[in-house]
């Protein structure tokens, strides 16, 4: 069910990504012109072109042909991991993580601060908050969660 992303799944997966961002994030910044006019499903699928970076790093969780969620990797650090939020809660976020501790030895990741279901989540598989913390794109608070070893 877990597979290396292809350049067929990068609509997919840009949906998945600009959808979790908008009902995710959106209600703690309440900043129209990025969440409903830069961000866009066009731009974000164009990270994912063949040979880009972005897509040797992503795998994707297919259900019978249908992505229902995408986790990216970067050595050891989980850089994205997203469900789509019609099926969130259904073990499929546990299983990429799960995908990514075991293939890739993930170790660490930066969530936003104010995402508190997002860090419980990662706290229940095993990471925790190492107190670090930095500003990306000067207005967004992240916070570091490192496995424990």
């Known amino acids: 069910m877990i597979r290396r ?4 799944d990068a609509s997919r997966i840009a949906e998945i990504i600009v959808t ?12 129209d012109p990025f969440y409903f006019a830069e961000l866009n499903v066009l731009d974000t699928a164009a990270e994912y072109s063949e040979g880009s ?3 040797l ?3 994707v969780y297919d259900d019978n042909g249908i992505v229902k ?5 970067n050595g050891t650090e989980v850089v994205k991991l997203y469900v789509e939020p019609q099926f969130q809660s259904c ?10 501790v075991d293939n890739f030895n993930a170790d660490n990741l930066w969530a936003l601060e104010y995402n508190s279901r997002g860090i419980a989540f990662y706290k229940r598989h095993g990471f925790e ?6 500003i990306e794109d000067e207005w967004v608070p992240l ?3 490192a496995r424990k070893k």
């Open 5 to 8: 992303a292809t350049v067929k």
């Open 20 to 31: 979790n961002y908008r009902v995710n994030f959106y209600p703690f910044f309440r900043n």
């Open 53 to 55: 970076e972005e897509l």
């Open 57 to 59: 790093n992503t795998y």
């Open 69 to 73: 969620g995408i986790i990216r990797v």
């Open 91 to 100: 073990g499929i976020g546990a299983e990429l993580l799960r995908y990514a």
């Open 129 to 134: 908050l190492t107190g670090e913390k930095m």
């Open 143 to 145: 916070v570091k969660l």
